[in-house]
């Protein structure tokens, strides 16, 4: 049996794969079985932060690996310290809590802002406002504060405590907060997953305006936004909000599996020992990946990818059979005249790896892309959408 008929006989039929086998990749090309080479412009859905096989986060992540791999959270260890310390200095946020995914980083943001109604508002303000579109993971939790009603529907009960509203409805979110007894509300700046849709810069702001005014946190998903994705650290920078709490994942330890849910003044003492944990969360080797990408994300880095946001949609609009472009910094939506799944297919097959969301193309490269490899796959792209 090959590959692809012993992966479906033993691996939950939960992925719908395309027909390529990835073997290696180097920067931003990667090889498939046939040795035939793609521009990478997934990146793992925002994961290799500086592309594959990266030197320094080799050196960084194989010198922790021979050190120690995993020590648990009963003892101190310097990696997690530092990107915390590190992640704090860049942000102004005060504590941070380590897990291993985006889910895991949302899911310690509901309880900090449960806790934070029920200790601060009142024993029934458990509820968080999510909007509609949004995508928060795939717990059951998650899944719930996920303001898309299509992934409820085999597992319910979902878990109660979530509202969602459209975003953009200031009146809605006004008459929610007159009604209901709201903890939190949580947003992701650019809904990803939702399509590469921005969120009004005015309603994002009003939004964190009636949030405080009621006494309720701000908590932002920066799971596909941050780590520089956008052309700032972290996306509400760009939206010039104030978050209480700010979730991330993906790119933070650029191929490693690490969550992050970053705490401030009003929420940094909510939780308390015993309160929350995880097994591998803060994960030494993880954090020495992630401290080797961080470290990195410095003022002419985010500029140098806002700079390649710009010329990869500057490429890109007003193309043949691209209706219009999303998005900011690497985080790119097209909306194409071909369904998007075609438009991936047929740059799959002239040697470019893109994403869709919903009914877009969804661009994700790696933030360290050479600009030729970023106008070669532009050009490809452009072809591939071409009627
Ligand atoms: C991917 C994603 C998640 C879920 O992250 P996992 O690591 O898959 O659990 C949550 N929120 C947003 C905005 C995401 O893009």
Known sequence: MNLKER?????ANTYKRFPVELQTGKGSLVYDETGKRYIDMGSGIAVTSFGIADEAWIAAVTAQLSRLQHASNLYY????????????????MKKVFFSNS????????????????????????????????????RTITTLSATGQEHYHEKFRPMTPGFLHTAPGDLAELRSLFRKEKIAAILIECIQGEGGVVPLDPVYAKEAERIAKENGALLMVD????????????????????SPD??????GLAGGLPMGATLLGEKTESILGYGDHGSTFGGNP?????????LSRLDDGFLASVEKKGALLREALEGADGIEAVTGRGLMIGLKTV??????????????????????????LPALNIPTELLLEAAGIIREAAAG
């Open 7 to 11: 992966d479906s006989l033993y691996i």
């Open 102 to 137: 985006g889910a895991e980083a949302n899911e310690c943001a509901v309880k900090v802002a449960r806790e934070y109604g029920r200790t601060h508002l009142g024993e029934e303000y458990y509820t968080v406002v999510t909007l509609k579109g949004s995508f928060h993971g």
């Open 245 to 250: 709490v700010v979730s991330t994942a993906k």
């Open 222 to 241: 920066e799971v596909q936004t941050g780590n520089g994705r956008t052309g700032t650290l972290y996306s509400y920078e760009g939206y010039g909000l």
């Open 77 to 92: 260890t310097s990696p997690c310290v530092e990107l915390a310390e590190l992640l704090c200095r860049k942000t102004g």
């Open 285 to 293: 080797v993880a954090a020495a990946g992630a401290l080797s990408i």
């Open 338 to 363: 071909r369904p998007a799944p075609e438009v991936v297919a047929r740059a799959m097959e002239k040697g470019v790896l893109c994403l869709t969301a919903k009914d877009k193309v969804r661009l």
